[in-house]
């Protein structure tokens, strides 16, 4: 398997525009979820999903984000309109239960 | 209200030398503690992992012992080598959750 899989890889935008991060779970995963990195925060869960549905995102910090499962190999994270202190790097994961297996991540950077 | 908690940002070791890297947790309900580490632009890695019904668990030169009297967890590298150094995340769940809770992160440095 290749593992999780992140796209894009880096992501450059101006402030106020639209931001999609994509993310391709590891087949049989029921589990997905998507955390953002910073140095002040460390890893934060944002949201997480069991069999596509979403089951709690209470970490996703404003109603500028949203993030759906519309099916078991594929999620999105959305950001809109984006801001200068949603720059972080963004990691999907995906699991059966337990360990979880990380994406390369996104690095995001808006200015 | 952090549940899981690493206390220290840093640690720099002497190569050959242990490395012990410390996680505090305040929920009595988790059930499993796991190490991730992390490279710089990659995503973190499983490293080891530990249930609440053991409180040694060894794979190489990586040890983790859990203490639930004190909710504590240590993760011990002995020797540490130079490709020891990342970032070290501690994570914890409770069995009826699907998702793992992490500590902020302890970098670790092991100097040749």
């Known amino acids: 398997d290749a593992g999780v899989i992140q796209s894009p890889r880096h992501e450059v935008t101006e402030m106020g525009q639209e931001v999609t991060l994509r993310c391709k779970p590891i087949?049989?995963?029921?589990?997905l979820f998507w955390y953002r990195q910073t140095m002040m925060r460390g890893l934060e869960l944002l949201i997480y999903f069991n069999n596509n549905v979403p089951i709690d995102d209470s970490g996703m910090p404003e109603d500028r984000f949203s993030a759906k499962m519309p099916n078991a190999s594929f999620s999105t994270l959305k950001i809109q309109p984006s801001e200068p202190r949603d720059s972080a790097v963004y990691f999907c994961?995906?699991?059966?239960?337990?360990?979880?297996?990380f994406g390369p991540g996104t690095r995001l950077t808006v200015t | 209200d952090q549940q899981v908690k690493q206390n220290s940002p840093s640690l720099s070791v002497q190569e050959g030398r242990i490395s012990i890297l410390n996680c505090d947790y305040t929920?009595?309900?988790?059930?499993?503690f796991l190490w991730y580490k992390k490279y710089p632009a990659e995503g973190p890695t499983f490293l080891i992992s530990?249930?609440?019904?053991?409180d040694k668990n060894e794979d190489g030169r990586f040890t983790v012992f859990l203490n639930k009297s004190a909710k504590h967890l240590s993760l011990h590298i002995v020797p540490s080598q130079p490709g020891d150094s990342a970032v070290y995340f501690c994570a914890a769940m409770k069995g009826s959750q699907g998702n793992l809770i992490f500590g902020k992160g302890t970098k670790l440095s092991v100097k040749p």
């Open positions: 530990i249930s609440s019904i053991k």
């Open positions: 994961a995906s699991s059966s239960r337990g360990r979880e297996y």
């Open positions: 929920n009595s309900m988790f059930d499993y």
């Open positions: 087949s049989g995963h029921d589990y």
